[in-house]
């Protein structure tokens, strides 16, 4: 397996070699098993479930956050003088949690 040497992560191409060497299969393949991955979360997370899971490693959500009026005359509570808040339109976001075997991972 190739080792990377410093405090830098792995690149895209250095994982990919990786996966490669440790099991046995043409590089080409291992990439279009990637992509084919990415394209499933794609298409789980624009669908109707908004869910992903990679087993024992994470767990992937679309979460939509609703709209925030506009506030006056909040108290800010560092310096205490009051202040506007702008609106904020409604947005999505993704939440990746890591799930209890990859936890046990990097704690042991």
């Known amino acids: 397996m190739a080792k990377k040497s410093g405090n830098k992560p792995m690149t895209k191409t250095e994982i990919m070699r990786s996966i490669s060497e440790s099991t046995n299969l043409p590089k080409k393949d291992v990439v279009a098993v990637m992509e084919a991955l990415n394209s499933e979360i794609q298409k789980a997370l624009k669908g109707s479930v908004g869910v992903f899971s990679i087993p024992g ?4 959500e679309r979460r939509k956050v609703p709209a ?10 560092f310096t205490g003088e009051l202040q506007d808040r702008p609106a904020k339109p ?16 990097v704690a042991g």
Do not use: Y
Not at 57 to 60: A, D, R
Not at 68 to 74: E, I, L, T
Not at 91 to 105: D, F, G, H, Q, Y
């Open 57 to 60: 490693l994470v767990k992937i």
């Open 68 to 77: 925030r009026p506009a506030q006056k005359g909040v108290k800010n509570p």
């Open 90 to 105: 409604a947005s999505v976001k993704v939440r990746v949690r890591a799930l209890k075997t990859l936890k046990s991972m």
